[in-house]
């Protein structure tokens, strides 16, 4: 006994040796984070952590080593063995840290999992200038403002209703400055709707594309304009030599003009904007690839409202001008009054003018023949010459067309002039666009020859009479931005002196009376959730299957390996397919949501495979080394865990993949077959395990499979292992079984978990925050953060609308409630809490929701976040729409709240009361959230819906909606196909620490919530490894940076060139955080936007060129001295950088 003792005594002293000769290596290797003396701050702060973290660990080995002595000293030998292995282990675990450690220079520590750094994090200036200091250079017209001052009335405006009788002085139009007039023929076709894409495609759009050939060469003077590229590059396939001649004959000649070219013409309100981003980049460079165009004019006549998020990738992208359409009637009015439709778009955030884009809005109802010729409808169907009598599509305001003969056309050609006049009033520059087509026009022959004759007529005829002084013709987008800048006598895309600037967005449309586009922001929810997660797999795979290519450098199974990147281009097109403002907006057919499912599914099964044969090339010399963590029965299905089954005999590994370019902590849940386990980290140290219930109905819980959670540390970039073995009751103190509480009834006889009544509230809460759960109605009623020490009322309540009495009612496109929400009432709610060291958690089952709380205890930022999950279930109900409302004391002002744009940038929102409430909606991609001068409280989402503030305090978020009629939006049917749909959030309490003004209508998120957001979307990847895999098989880690990013940057790509193995792009934003809050508990250190590229990877990366190019990766730069300097990224941009490596 005493000798056993004496050894003990010299292993702590060991321990406590290493931990001493540890804090002061790293010391010697600390990482330089800055020169300024606030880096030096920082480095002491992040030094102060590093040691703190190292004594903490430590001290659990030794509480661990002193439990087992005590054991020892009360007779029980058998820990000698388990003893001997701890403190071997621990030796064993220290060196391999070291080696961690030591070769890399710059390479913070990961931060132990039970340690939670309280020092705030310091952000340099630069970094918190933009939400601190007001703009300069701001916009003239700033839509917010606009909003305020409108009174929203609606007044008849007679022919043009939604706006005015137009009247103008011939005498505007001069020899010197005609009317310059472009006829612009196109045909939206959208890639899924009320048919799939193939359907579409076989009916419609390659005879479209095949009449464009043949009639572009008939008639000489014909243009025409057409942007989708998923349709485009399908017909392109189908194609002989000959035809793609033509083809790139006619776009030199500037016939035909492929605007956008986007792989769609992407939704701007329910979309992340690497999504959007990486649908445009998937067009365009298949556009350039294949046809050698590169597109600088954007058209989006469609989407349903507008984001400036779209204007700024525009812009990145090289674009020089862009076209809308779809923005609120009394907008348009309000910007036609002063000929104001034309601007330039400036990002609000925007100190220096540089994301200054030119946009021209379109002005009138829509984009189809009767609302492009002028403000009279029934004047401009008369030039709608597919309208001719005997065709298949009429005039509605009954008076048809007619063929333009010598005898008509006098009259006809003066009629026209007449609305190009009127509308040529609205602008300033007297060139006038008149967009020519509709949905899926020239499909027939007959269309085009009948357009171009009778036009021709027409303008010839005009052209000709000299005092009219107008010069009509068919013409491109570039054509008419053209004409403008010359006409204003500056280059296309720059602004001309008398033209404004405007800042902010166009939601909510509203295309007539009080029809609020608002609806779509939550029509099927389920694949606006499905979207996400693909996403998220998605960039996952991308940056994976690249740092495998670029490390197989002999190998070269990537190469061989041709399936791989048919997996990965399937997967860009499906999620850039989606993308479509018919797609993820849940405006589509049933049958054609399906169909987008369809791919979706194999998009997720695509890219899984994709991350497994990636990280069993960069983990494992093995092939086949991983199997699922969980899997999908079907596409409208909620995935299910695969169970791991353990044994005492054997080690089961898992790895786990970290997609995010920061250190993370992760609480993770692994369905296993056993209550009791013993999980081990990469260093073969046993660390904190839990153990909860796996229920099969309220009261009664699984007894062979349960879930395991445990804290998995994790670097940027980074991928490490884990193994978990079966081990006996009692046997592993550092597992803990979950202790289950019923709340309301409920009973369990089963012997696994302890279990209690409680009728009392719930409270669930880790070091940092508190929260308090009602036990009456199972949701949140308060939290703390015990931090900052303030605390709030965060009241979760459930409502429901109904859909309004009146003709009109609520669709897949509109929201037309019936009144104000109504309290969800149910008689009574089943309430449960399951309570353990790493994680707690509140179920509550109530009519239509499943509603879990959950406060996690990972020992980062996601300690100061309440973890909110609802499965919503609303298939017993009809026209019927689910929220979740938020009442808390936070006194906004002005109702004043912010919604982000696409998950790029937030936008201040205010209630407004003379707005109906359907209005007051926004999209919600990722982020809301409101305050008060004490506190914040951020509202984050792990998929796209519509929220609204109605009340001082409130935040509303729809979950679900469920509507049995067609809102007369062309779809023609209800929405009824709802699924079982689950939804996660997160819930932030910050305390403002300093005040900042925020009087701009723009907002920026707290580096906490911003952190909290990209870890929701990005969960860690779990990679089970198969039975039969044992430890030589798999490593323990692998890094692959060299150090983790800056705290303000955001890894948004590292996407792979299929046809260059060894070219990359690495696509970075850098966020603008508020600095008015303490930025907790966040694994990473502050750098601002500068980045170290030839120091970014690990030694094994071997980069050999970088470019700058633009967003769509076509415009590059020179190559940059990365080796030498940092490059600076300007906070809220996105940067691109090309990376070749060498092999
Ligand atoms: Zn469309």
Not at 643 to 664: H, T
Not at 952 to 977: F, Y
């Amino acid at each position: 006994m005493r000798r056993n003792v004496a050894f003990f005594g010299a292993a702590m002293f060991c321990v406590g040796c290493f931990s001493l000769y540890l804090m002061l290596e790293s010391s010697t290797t600390s990482p330089r984070v800055m020169n300024d003396q606030d880096g030096e701050v920082d480095k002491i702060e992040w030094k102060i952590q590093e040691i703190e973290q190292e004594l903490k660990k430590n001290h659990e080995t030794i509480i661990r080593i002193k439990e087992m002595l005590s054991d020892l000293s009360k007779g029980d030998n058998i820990n000698v063995d388990k003893l001997k292995n701890l403190v071997d282990q621990f030796e064993k675990s220290q060196n391999n840290k070291k080696k961690f450690i030591q070769p890399q220079e710059n390479k913070p520590v990961l931060l132990n999992q039970t340690q939670f750094s309280k020092t705030g994090i310091t952000l340099s200036p630069d970094t918190c200038e933009l939400a601190e200091k007001p703009n300069p250079v701001g916009p003239n017209i700033e839509m917010l403002q606009t909003f305020a001052t409108l009174p929203f009335s609606n007044p008849d405006g007679g022919v043009w209703k939604q706006g005015w009788d137009i009247t103008y002085s011939p005498s505007r139009w001069t020899t010197d400055r005609p009317l310059k007039v472009f006829v612009i023929p196109h045909s939206h076709n959208d890639p899924g709707w009320i048919k799939t894409f193939d359907r579409y495609f076989q009916d419609q759009t390659r005879h479209i594309l095949d009449n464009m050939v043949q009639k572009l060469e008939q008639h000489s003077k014909m243009t025409f304009i057409y942007a989708e590229m998923s349709f485009f590059s399908t017909w392109w396939s189908q194609q002989n030599d000959a035809t793609k001649e033509k083809v790139k004959r006619f776009l030199n000649e500037g016939r035909l003009e492929l605007p956008t070219a986007g792989w769609v013409m992407t939704d701007e309100a329910n979309s992340h904007y690497s999504a959007m981003l990486d649908q445009l980049i998937e067009g365009n460079n298949w556009l350039f690839e294949n046809v050698g165009v590169r597109p600088d004019s954007a058209w989006s006549i469609d989407p349903f409202g507008q984001s400036s998020t779209m204007a700024y990738l525009l812009k990145k992208t090289g674009f020089k001008n862009m076209l809308i359409q779809r923005v609120h009637y009394t907008i348009k009015k309000y910007l036609a009054e002063k000929s104001n439709l034309e601007f330039m778009w400036r990002q609000n955030w925007d100190l220096s003018g540089k994301t200054d884009m030119f946009c021209h809005m379109m002005p009138f109802y829509s984009y189809d023949v009767p609302h492009t010729c002028g403000p009279d409808p029934k004047i401009c169907c008369q030039y709608d010459f597919k309208r001719l009598p005997g065709g298949k599509i009429a005039c509605p305001w009954r008076i048809a067309p007619v063929p333009i003969t010598d005898g008509n056309v006098a009259q006809k050609a003066e009629t026209l002039l007449d609305q190009y006049r009127k509308k040529a009033s609205l602008y300033k520059s007297d060139v006038v666009l008149i967009p020519l087509g509709d949905d899926f026009r020239y499909d027939k022959p007959d269309e085009w020859d009948n357009q171009y004759n009778n036009y021709q007529k027409l303008f010839d005829y005009m052209n000709a009479k000299s005092d009219w002084h107008v010069e009509a013709k068919f013409g491109t987008l570039r054509d008419y931005f053209e004409a403008l800048a010359n006409r204003e006598k500056v280059k296309r895309g720059e602004r001309p002196d008398n033209y404004p600037i405007l800042g902010g967005d166009f939601f909510t449309y509203a295309d007539r009376d009080d029809h609020y586009w608002s609806g779509y922001f939550t029509s099927r929810p389920f694949y606006k959730r499905m979207d996400r997660i693909v996403e998220a797999h998605l960039r996952a795979a991308e940056i994976a299957y690249s740092l495998a290519r670029i490390a197989d450098t002999k190998k070269s199974i990537f190469d061989s390996d041709k399936n791989m990147a048919e997996m990965l281009t399937f997967s860009r097109r499906s999620l850039a397919l989606f993308q479509h403002h018919d797609a993820i907006t849940g405006t589509e057919k049933d049958f054609v949501v399906v169909d987008y499912a369809m791919k979706l599914l194999k998009s997720l099964e695509n890219t899984k495979k994709i991350i497994q044969k990636s990280t069993e090339y960069l983990m494992s010399d093995g092939n086949d080394v991983f199997t699922l963590d969980e899997t999908r029965q079907s596409q409208d299905s909620i995935p299910e865990k695969q169970i791991i089954k353990l044994s005492s005999a054997n080690e089961r590994y898992v790895v786990f993949y970290n997609s995010l370019a920061s250190n993370r902590s992760v609480i993770v849940s692994i369905w296993v077959n056993s209550p009791y386990a013993i999980v081990k980290n990469e260093f073969g140290q046993i660390i904190q395990s839990q153990c909860n219930p796996v229920w099969t109905n309220n009261e009664q819980y699984s007894t062979d499979q349960f879930k395991l959670l445990f804290v998995v540390t994790v670097g940027g970039l980074g991928m490490v292992r884990y193994s978990i073995e079966k081990a006996g009751r009692g046997e592993n103190q550092l597992h803990s079984l979950a202790k289950i509480y019923f709340h309301s009834s409920g009973n369990n006889y089963q012997k696994i978990f302890d279990y209690q009544s409680d009728r009392s509230d719930v409270t669930l809460e880790n070091r940092e925050i508190s929260i308090k759960i009602s036990r009456n109605t199972g949701t949140l009623q308060e939290i703390k953060n015990k931090l900052d020490d303030i605390t709030s009322q965060v009241k979760v309540e459930f409502i429901y609308y109904g859909t309004r009495g009146t003709k009109e009612k609520s669709g897949a496109y509109l929201f037309l409630p019936d009144g104000l929400a109504k309290q969800l009432s149910s008689p009574s709610v089943f309430v449960r809490s399951t309570k353990g060291p790493l994680s707690s958690e509140v179920n509550s089952f109530m009519k239509n929701v499943e509603h879990k709380i959950r406060v996690e205890n990972a020992g980062d930022m996601k300690n100061l976040g309440v973890e909110i999950e609802n499965i919503v279930d609303i298939r017993s109900e009809q026209n019927y729409e689910l929220g979740m409302r938020i009442v808390t004391d936070i006194q906004n002002e002005d109702n004043e709240y912010f919604t982000d744009l696409n998950g790029f940038q937030m936008q201040k929102r205010r209630y407004f009361s003379k707005i109906p409430l359907q209005g007051n909606f926004y999209p919600m991609a990722t982020m809301a959230y409101m305050e008060d001068k004490n506190k914040r409280f951020t509202v984050l989402t792990g998929q796209s819906l519509g929220c609204a503030s109605l009340h001082t305090g409130w935040l509303e978020i729809m979950q679900d909606r469920r509507m049995k009629q067609d809102d007369n939006r062309g779809l023609g049917q209800g929405v009824l196909d709802n699924k079982r749909t689950p939804h996660r959030f997160r819930f932030l309490l910050e305390k403002r620490i300093s005040s900042g003004t925020n009087a701009q209508s723009t907002g920026f998120a707290s580096l906490t919530a911003s952190k909290l957001s990209d870890d929701l979307i990005h969960s860690i990847f779990v990679l089970p490894a198969k039975s039969s895999i044992n430890s030589p098989q798999i490593k323990h880690f692998v890094t692959t940076l060299n150090q983790p990013l800056n705290c303000e940057l955001h890894a948004v790509n590292l996407r792979s060139d299929l046809k260059n193995r060894n070219n990359y792009a690495l696509i970075l934003h850098r966020t603008a955080p508020n600095c008015g809050f303490k930025s907790r508990g966040l694994f990473c250190t502050p750098g601002g936007g500068k980045i170290n590229l030839g120091k970014l990877f690990s030694a094994s990366y071997h980069l050999s060129e970088v470019k700058t190019t633009s967003l769509n990766l076509l415009w590059d730069d020179k190559p940059i001295e990365f080796n030498k300097l940092p490059v600076e990224i300007a906070p809220m941009e996105l940067e691109v950088f090309k990376l070749t490596f060498s092999s």
